[in-house]
């Protein structure tokens, strides 16, 4: 589920969240706790050969899965799907299996909770075509295949200005508006308006299944 930005008048003391943090390592993930971080970002890309394979399979043939599970089973969930959508078993679609599986571990360590919604979808629309923030504590994104998350923030008029993109096999976590702590969330997104371009995203979303709201207040 996902909301618009809310409109809010920015008092004195109020601490807002509105970085995007970037790195070329894994470890930028750990900082979303971090003061003033909205949004980390490990810059990345996948095996030549892998992408070039997402990028050669029929819209179609995509695979496709939603599913609450625990981050311990989504690698072989992503094997069931690839599986469902008629995709043979090779080294390409292990690659492709594991790298899902190892985000959902250490988006699971983060967020101390091994549970999670794993949506993983072609996409050849304008879907979430507004920039918003999701109503959750936090959410990760990975684009596979077709062009990635765009980010954005609101000026003092409402209006929204571009401030960065996700490229291709880029993971981020974002914080949602019920992120623990004091600080208001303020970076926006939304998905690449794709619409009659052609393009074929393949989209991978991570949730926590919300654990209560005595246990979000410890992620820091």
Do not use: K
Request: net charge neutral; glycine share 8%.
């Amino acid at each position: 589920m996902t909301q618009t930005a809310p409109s809010q008048t920015r008092g004195p003391d109020i601490a807002e969240a509105r970085g995007i943090l970037e790195s070329d390592s894994a470890a930028v993930l750990q900082r979303i706790t971090q003061p003033g971080a909205a949004a980390v970002l490990w810059r990345r890309s996948l095996p030549d050969a892998l992408a070039e394979w997402l990028n050669d399979i029929p819209a179609g043939q995509l695979p496709a899965l939603r599913a609450l599970v625990d981050c311990r089973a989504v690698e072989g969930c992503i094997h069931a799907a690839c599986d469902l959508s008629g995709l043979p078993a090779g080294t390409m679609r292990d690659l492709l299996a594991s790298d899902i599986g190892a985000l959902a571990l250490i988006f699971a360590r983060i967020m101390r909770n091994p549970l999670m919604h794993i949506r993983l979808e072609a996409v050849t629309t304008d879907a979430c075509r507004r920039f918003h923030i999701d109503r959750m504590s936090a959410r990760l994104l990975c684009t596979y295949r077709g062009p990635g998350t765009q980010f954005g923030t609101g000026d003092a008029d409402g209006q929204v200005l571009r401030t960065g993109e996700m490229r291709s096999a880029d993971a981020a976590i974002l914080r949602g508006s019920s992120w623990p702590g004091d600080e208001i969330t303020r970076l926006l997104h939304r998905s690449p308006p794709i619409a009659g371009s052609g393009d074929v995203r393949l989209l991978l979303v991570l949730d926590p299944a919300e654990p209560p709201a005595d246990r979000r207040r410890r992620l820091h």
